[in-house]
Antibody, heavy 121, light 103 residues
Framework: QVQLVESGGGVVQPGRSLRLSCDAY????????INWVRQAPGQGLEWVAV????????YYADSVKGRFTISRDNSKNTLSLEMKSVRVEDTSVYYC??????????????WGLGTLVTVSS | EIVLTQSPATLSLSPGERATLSCRASQSINIYLAWYQQRPGQAPRLLIY???NRATGIPDRFSGSGSGTDFTLTISSLEPEDFAVYYCQQRSTFGQGTRLEIK
């Protein structure tokens, strides 16, 4: 069964760090770009970052550039998001989402259930 | 940066009625637009990609059209499970969403 499973969310203080993970099952992980998309409570969807299938291309939203780092381990079918210097406005459910085709950005056809990150003192 | 504007913000209809949702891009995006459905407490689900292609497993009452800057998602006859929030997306940009509620 094709699925993505996020983990690592929780409560973190402003200025601290947190690492999210996303485990992939049921598809050829190393053939697809994977994204992080977040959703603040009661708000819409915001794209955060994407990494290409081979890990050589990485792109970030301006709101997280320089603070967040996306990475992947194709040998373990795992995606990560290292979040540093977190802010209250980073509070969201974080989803990992698979790109439909091989390109870096396009439609997202598989989504995880999400992991909640709450930034609060 | 491309901006996607969805209208209306909220659409109130009854089961069995036809729903028409709009997404307008601030500049031409060819056909590169996707639509998602998000039910409360759930992750988004891909409905349509490349403006008019239904994703795997999506019922044929959902259809997409448009190109350039103007796009439409149509639900031909609303089922109870269709009442949700709908988002359009192009690359790294999402629209603000349309809430489809029961009248």
């Amino acid at each position: 069964q094709v699925q993505l499973v996020e983990s690592g969310g929780g409560v973190v203080q402003p200025g601290r760090s947190l690492r999210l993970s996303c485990d992939a099952y049921g598809f050829s992980f190393n053939n697809y770009a994977i994204n992080w998309v977040r959703q603040a409570p009661g708000q819409g969807l915001e794209w955060v970052a994407v990494i290409s299938d081979d890990g050589t291309q990485r792109y970030y939203a301006d709101s997280v550039k320089g603070r967040f780092t996306i990475s992947r381990d194709n040998s373990k079918n795992t995606l990560s998001l290292e979040m540093k210097s977190v802010r209250v406005e980073d509070t969201s459910v974080y989803y990992c989402a698979k790109s439909l085709f091989g390109g870096v950005l396009g439609a997202f056809d598989v989504w995880g259930l999400g992991t909640l990150v709450t930034v609060s003192s | 940066e491309i901006v996607l504007t969805q209208s209306p913000a909220t659409l109130s209809l009854s089961p069995g009625e036809r729903a028409t949702l709009s997404c307008r891009a601030s500049q031409s995006i060819n056909i590169y637009l996707a639509w998602y459905q998000q039910r409360p407490g759930q992750a988004p689900r891909l409905l349509i990609y490349d403006a008019s292609n239904r994703a795997t497993g999506i019922p044929d009452r959902f259809s997409g059209s448009g190109s350039g800057t103007d796009f439409t998602l149509t639900i031909s006859s609303l089922e109870p499970e269709d009442f949700a929030v709908y988002y359009c997306q192009q690359r790294s940009t999402f629209g603000q969403g349309t809430r489809l509620e029961i009248k």
